[in-house]
């Protein structure tokens, strides 16, 4: 089943640039590593379009029947007006940023950044990464920046063990979160791998609004692998150029 086109990118950080995949190491087993396996550039024929094509466990990429992103107004989507139903407990913890040549990523190594629980299931917070142009679009509507923030379920027996929350930027004022990480993303290259940020506290990382969009999907790169739960803020932030 053929899914929303993914767009294509650029990479850097922050409003002008795109994070690509960038879970810890428990997640990243499950995903590629390697970008130069793949890329965003259709002519390239490594592309979104051919990435089923490429490697038989990548399949889900070309076939996949819930696959992310998606338009919010997909028929898959649940509209919750409860914030109480996905309950955040998010506390400062010692956090990296690593260059992976490929992307830049935000990281609690150890699990100790805090967690979500929803469904009654809890979901450890491993890392944050951003994407620009944003991914998810609603009602056709791309936006200038989009949050994802990557949690795993500890426990060996939950069957859809990935959890993402994300959230929407649209061009306005700085946002302070953001800001605070500049100094040290944009001072980072090819010789820098990695930098201790210190601590950082994800809870002032700011989501707005007690509505949200939740959906089955996927990952957003390959394998595209099915059985991630999607929580898409409703509200957009601002962000802007620093």
Not at 74 to 94: A, D, F, T
């Amino acid at each position: 089943m053929k899914h929303q086109s993914k767009p294509i990118f650029v990479s850097v950080f922050l409003i002008f640039a795109v994070l690509f995949l960038s879970y810890s190491a428990s997640v990243s087993a499950q995903e590629v590593e390697d970008e130069r396996e793949f890329d965003y550039l259709e002519n390239s024929g490594k592309g979104p379009s051919q990435w089923g094509d490429l490697k038989k466990e990548w399949v889900a990429c070309k076939n996949g029947g819930l696959q992310s992103p998606i338009d919010m107004s997909s028929l898959r989507v649940k509209v919750i007006n409860k914030s109480g139903e996905l309950k955040k407990r998010y506390k400062p913890c010692h956090a990296i940023v690593k260059n992976r040549g490929h992307d830049i990523s935000l990281q609690w190594p150890n699990y100790d950044a805090g967690s979500i629980k929803t469904n009654g299931t809890e979901y450890f917070l491993q890392q944050a990464h951003w994407h620009s142009p944003s991914e998810h679009t609603i009602n056709g509507r791309r936006y200038a920046l989009e949050l994802h923030m990557v949690h795993q379920c500890k426990d060996p027996n939950v069957k859809n063990n990935l959890a993402v929350v994300g959230l929407l930027y649209k061009f306005g004022a700085p946002d302070a979160f953001l800001s605070k990480l500049i100094g040290n993303i944009t001072s980072m290259n090819d010789h820098v791998q990695e930098r201790y940020m210190g601590l950082i506290d994800p809870s002032l990382i700011k989501m707005g609004g007690k509505k949200y969009y939740r959906y089955m999907g996927s990952l957003t790169v390959p394998p595209c692998t099915e059985g991630v739960i999607w929580t898409m803020n409703k509200k957009v932030s601002k962000s802007s150029h620093p």
